[in-house]
């Protein structure tokens, strides 16, 4: 078979190079925006369909028989054992305003389990790979292993979340409780956060409400740093829901002992 | 004199190159973090002041009879008509997390008014500058105009600030408020929103208890772009405060109104 003979790292590179050349000419233009939610906002521009279009080609140039995911246009081959998923441009909001923190996301599910994933934000030109064997950031040519933080208490911990108006009710006081014990908190982050629990440059991401493709990308790189990725209900975080990622298994306990109440 | 010998603009340049090649090494590294507040949480770090020091070097040897009002190492020269505005780090808590979205602030006062400004973020590469004649942002060698949106209405605004918790008592009820009557709200942007004002990507930044050190350099990228800049007390934005910055005068009015109930 034609994907046995190149490391999948080598494609996760591929990957994020044609979702550069794909969303980057259209970041930081005057895009045309469409509304898919009429209560909400929520963009969709060309630089997702392009994208989430230019990576279902190279999966399926790659590894035919896998199934794929994307944000954009669903699913295929839902029963195959190896299935991909893709959010082409994850925060849009982030793209739509200038800001280099959105970001490609690319997974690869065996059995349902998250065993591979890439970010790619090809602004800052910056790449993040684990693959089951090497889990490292490239930037300007030069890699670096991913490694978390190995932060256990909340006191020592750098918190962060997309935005505090997306915790609802009884998880928002408990969101704000989480707040006043963490060493810093910060909003405002989409998927770069999880990205660097895995780098190690932040501890802990809580992020309500998420789809399985604004998470299964991110649960290898946090996971093959050293780090873990759960859901306040306790259900597989491939599947989405709302999502706590951590650089140790104490600091997730001591966050979810807040979260839960 | 030396500096009249060479274009504001490419003095910004230079400006930038020292203050990447100071400032990168310690990004994205584990850093020394000392504490300036007893009470809360403000890093200085390495990069703070090397950055500073080889930014008020070139200033020094460029214009030896300006004066400088760096965060790091205070004031020289206060009495000389210009005045060179210098914040090494904005955006330090973005800084030891990771984030591209701090960025090297340095402005030129005239007489108290902020005539040439530049922000610099090296881990994207990218540099805003504007002397007084030429208004662009620069990214792998490309410029462009900075161009402010031309948005006047707070229903079609992109609104952002740094953190709802820096907005206290009255003002925070009245931010809350016109978080409901934009478009878009997003936090944790630091400097970067309003260069993001200046490129056209944002309409609206609000950030409360702002020193000049954080908006000196800002200015000039803003209303040579079109924009303006504003206190909710009225009086210069230059002098620091609760700062407000938007497109256009007729959005910068109404969001006034919003805030000053």
Same mark, same amino acid.
């Given at each position: 078979?034609?994907?046995?003979?190149?490391?999948l790292?080598?494609?996760?590179?591929?990957?994020?190079?044609?979702?550069?050349?794909?969303?980057?000419?259209?970041?930081?233009?005057?895009?045309?925006?469409?509304?898919?939610?009429?209560?909400?906002?929520?963009?969709?521009?060309?630089?997702?369909?392009?994208?989430?279009?230019?990576?279902?080609?190279?999966?399926?140039?790659?590894?035919?028989?896998?199934?794929?995911?994307g944000?954009?246009?669903?699913?295929?081959? $839902?029963?195959?054992?190896?299935?991909? /998923? &893709? *959010? %082409?441009?994850?925060?849009?909001?982030?793209?739509?305003?200038?800001? @280099?923190?959105?970001?490609?996301?690319?997974?690869?599910l065996?059995?349902?389990?998250?065993?591979?994933?890439?970010?790619?934000?090809?602004?800052?030109?910056?790449?993040?790979?684990?693959?089951?064997?090497?889990?490292?950031?490239?930037?300007?040519?030069?890699?670096?292993?991913?490694?978390?933080?190995?932060?256990?208490?909340?006191?020592?911990?750098?918190?962060f979340?997309?935005?505090?108006?997306?915790?609802?009710?009884?998880?928002?006081?408990?969101?704000?409780?989480?707040?006043?014990?963490?060493?810093?908190?910060?909003?405002?982050?989409?998927?770069?956060?999880?990205?660097?629990? $895995?780098?190690?440059?932040?501890?802990? /991401? &809580? *992020? %309500?409400?998420?789809?399985?493709?604004?998470?299964?990308?991110?649960? @290898?790189?946090?996971?093959?740093?050293?780090?873990v990725?759960?859901?306040?209900?306790?259900?597989?975080?491939?599947?989405?829901?709302?999502?706590?990622a951590?650089?140790?298994?104490?600091?997730?306990?001591?966050?979810?002992?807040?979260?839960k109440?």
């Open positions: 078979m034609k994907n046995m003979a190149r490391p790292f080598d494609v996760f590179l591929d990957i994020a190079d044609a979702a550069a050349a794909a969303s980057l000419p259209h970041f930081r233009t005057v895009l045309s925006v469409s509304n898919k939610l009429a209560e909400g906002f929520d963009p969709v521009t060309e630089a997702d369909t392009a994208t989430e279009r230019a990576i279902r080609a190279l999966i399926e140039s790659e590894f035919p028989e896998d199934g794929i995911l944000e954009e246009f669903g699913m295929v081959r $839902a029963d195959a054992p190896y299935r991909w /998923v &893709i *959010d %082409p441009i994850d925060g849009t909001r982030a793209f739509i305003s200038g800001l @280099p923190v959105w970001g490609t996301l690319v997974g690869r065996d059995r349902g389990k998250a065993v591979a994933g890439m970010m790619a934000q090809p602004f800052t030109g910056e790449v993040f790979i684990a693959d089951g064997t090497r889990a490292e950031r490239i930037w300007r040519g030069v890699s670096a292993p991913l490694k978390a933080s190995g932060c256990k208490r909340l006191s020592e911990a750098k918190l979340t997309t935005s505090p108006h997306l915790f609802q009710g009884e998880l928002r006081k408990r969101f704000d409780a989480l707040e006043t014990q963490v060493r810093l908190f910060r909003y405002g982050t989409d998927c770069y956060a999880f990205a660097m629990v $895995a780098a190690g440059f932040a501890d802990l /991401v &809580i *992020d %309500p409400g998420l789809k399985p493709y604004d998470i299964v990308g991110l649960i @290898p790189l946090i996971e093959q740093a050293g780090g990725v759960a859901t306040l209900a306790g259900g597989p975080p491939e599947e989405g829901g709302d999502i706590i951590a650089a140790t298994p104490e600091l997730l306990n001591a966050a979810m002992a807040v979260m109440g």
